[in-house]
């Protein structure tokens, strides 16, 4: 599920400039699904997300953000990227 602080509906709390570590990932092009692990089918946690952002610079893809998926079971079981 979705969580959100701050006025605009964003994380307020853990998001810099575009960036933002852990916390749960927005779903604003789809509904939400969960990434699973490919190795052992362990839900898969938000590693980190990029974000387009006027500040820094970045844009992805058209204005989205690359989210970086990983197992929380074992590091190497890999990664699942997504540009939402």
């Known amino acids: 599920m979705e969580e959100t602080s701050g006025e605009d509906g964003g994380d307020v709390i853990t998001r810099v400039a575009g960036c933002k570590f852990g916390g749960w990932p927005t779903w604003h092009l789809t509904e939400p699904w969960e990434f699973r692990c490919r190795e052992c089918d362990?839900?898969?946690?938000?590693?980190?997300?990029?974000?387009?952002?006027?500040?820094?610079?970045?844009?992805?893809?058209?204005?989205?953000d690359l989210r970086v998926f990983s197992c929380p079971r074992d590091i190497r079981h890999g990664y699942e990227l997504d540009v939402h």
Do not use: C, E, K, N
């Open 42 to 64: 362990t839900p898969m946690r938000l590693l980190f997300t990029v974000a387009s952002d006027h500040t820094t610079r970045i844009t992805v893809g058209r204005w989205g």
